[in-house]
């Protein structure tokens, strides 16, 4: 079965230009989250989904960024403008359902470096 | 700030011994508590979870739970070159969000 899949892999840009990041979770999952990962701060949730409708959104920075699921096959992290401080690697993981027995599942994530 | 407390290491644990990680965790809320194991460079790959008091056992790993003690740990027998990596303990909400420790680098010497 395939797993998370996001892309891009990597991902280098200017300072103020918009970035989108693309996950597509695994095939019948209907939990999806956003994490970024620094050396400073760890793992951190950023968003996540049920059913494609964001439930909590207070792990978000920054009105900068934000974050969709038009689908239950698709999601969209995105930030604009970009700032260097945003430079971290981002994962999507999902879950079929959620609760103590419910381990998440993670994709390759996407390595971000904002010039 | 509810939290999850981990050593960060390195710990240097010698080919075939066991290495003992060691998680913390505030929230007396926490219902389950899961490990993770991540390569430099790649993503987190889910090792066990638990969330019953005692231990549990899968291969060559085991996870303690007590949650008097709101504490979790892992054990790794015969250690090998290719357990060397960082270590992620998480523990759940009530939610069922996920909290992660900052992760204990493991390094096993041949």
Redo the contacts between chains.
């Keep these: 079965d395939a797993g998370v899949i996001q892309s891009p892999r990597h991902e280098v840009t200017e300072m103020g230009q918009e970035v989108t990041l693309r996950c597509k979770p695994i095939s019948g999952h209907d939990y999806l989250f956003w994490y970024r990962q620094t050396m400073m701060r760890g793992l951190e949730l950023l968003i996540y989904f049920n059913n494609n409708v964001p439930i909590d959104d207070s792990g978000m920075p920054e009105d900068r960024f934000s974050a969709k699921m038009p689908n239950a096959s698709f999601s969209t992290l995105k930030i604009q403008p970009s700032e260097p401080r945003d430079s971290a690697v981002y994962f999507c993981a999902s879950s079929l359902g959620q609760g103590y027995n419910q381990p998440q599942h993670f994709g390759d994530g996407t390595r971000l470096s904002i010039l | 700030q509810k939290e999850v407390e981990q050593n960060s290491g390195p710990l240097s644990v010698p080919e075939g011994a066991i290495a003992s990680l060691n998680c913390t965790y505030s929230d007396r809320g926490s219902?389950?508590f899961?490990w993770?194991r991540q390569y430099s460079g790649?993503?987190?790959?889910?090792i066990m979870?638990i969330?019953s008091n005692g231990d549990k056992e899968d291969g060559r790993f085991t996870a303690q739970l007590n949650k008097a003690s709101q504490y979790v740990s892992l054990l790794i027998r015969d250690s090998q070159p290719s357990d060397s990596a960082t270590y992620?303990c998480a523990s759940?909400d009530s939610?069922?969000?996920?909290q992660?420790?900052?992760?204990t680098q493991v390094v096993v010497t041949p």
Excluded: H, I, N
Excluded at chain 2, 42 to 46: A, N
Excluded at chain 2, 100 to 103: I, L
């Design positions: 219902q389950s899961f993770y790649k993503s987190p790959e889910l979870f969330y992620l759940t939610w069922g969000k996920l992660f420790g900052a992760g």
